[in-house]
């Protein structure tokens, strides 16, 4: 199914996607600088929206990153984010995510467990992954692992491209599409048949890596972990 990556989302026709924002992770830092959480999405989501006018903006999944309690400044930023969005034109919908506990607490817009994209290749479905799915799709759109993957000491947050991984469907992982977020290393921590968090995703040596060059403004895809994993 074509799909289109860009600053760790991803547009399947007239959907945008985005996964793992994590909204009020600065406010759980231990840090004394501001980390600019608000601006650093709101702005990247405003200029996603811009370049590819969406219909529809699907966070899919972990918008909050506290379970039991939304700091004023979380608050805020989903406000924003809710309406950057409108004001483009496109509708918000929230797939809750195991993060999303406090969620009815800062969002009153659209939600939906499974948010179904039709296209002409076929039935995409989008999910936060922590949960199997119920409906069936040719391609499922997850988050929850935040993977990242390092090549030649460079850090990348990357997608992870599985074809027929998924009881005989393709599955798409999205990086964490906050900056705040470090992201697991699919280097170190999973290997051939390991288990990840997401029931969807199986054995990653099936994956192709696929990372967004921000500098080249350009993908850079690699062959599944399988063929090269003794590379990285």
Known sequence: MDVTYRDRAAVLGDVLVCADLHVGKAAAANVSLPLGERDHLVDRVA??????????????????????????????????????????????????????????????????HEFEVETDEGRAV?????????????????????????IEGRKWHCYLDGAA?????????????SHLIEGVSINRRYGGTATTNSPLIGDLDRYR????????????????????????
């Open 47 to 112: 200029a996603l929206c811009e370049r590819y006018d969406p219909s529809t903006v699907v966070f899919a999944g972990d918008l909050l990153h506290s379970f039991d309690r939304v700091a004023s400044a979380a608050e805020e930023t989903v406000t924003a984010l809710d309406q950057t969005v409108r004001d483009a034109g496109a509708r918000p919908v929230v797939t809750p995510g195991n993060h999303d506990a406090m969620l009815d607490v800062v969002w009153s817009g659209p939600t939906a």
């Open 126 to 150: 989008v999910c936060h992954g922590h949960l199997e799915p119920e409906t069936e799709a040719d391609l499922y759109v997850v988050g929850h692992d935040h993977p990242t993957i390092t």
């Open 165 to 177: 991984t998924y009881d005989g469907a393709d599955v798409l992982v999205l990086p964490a599409f």
């Open 209 to 232: 890596p696929v990372v967004w060059d921000d500098e080249a403004e350009q993908i850079r895809e690699f062959p599944p972990l399988g063929e090269f994993r003794d590379l990285l």
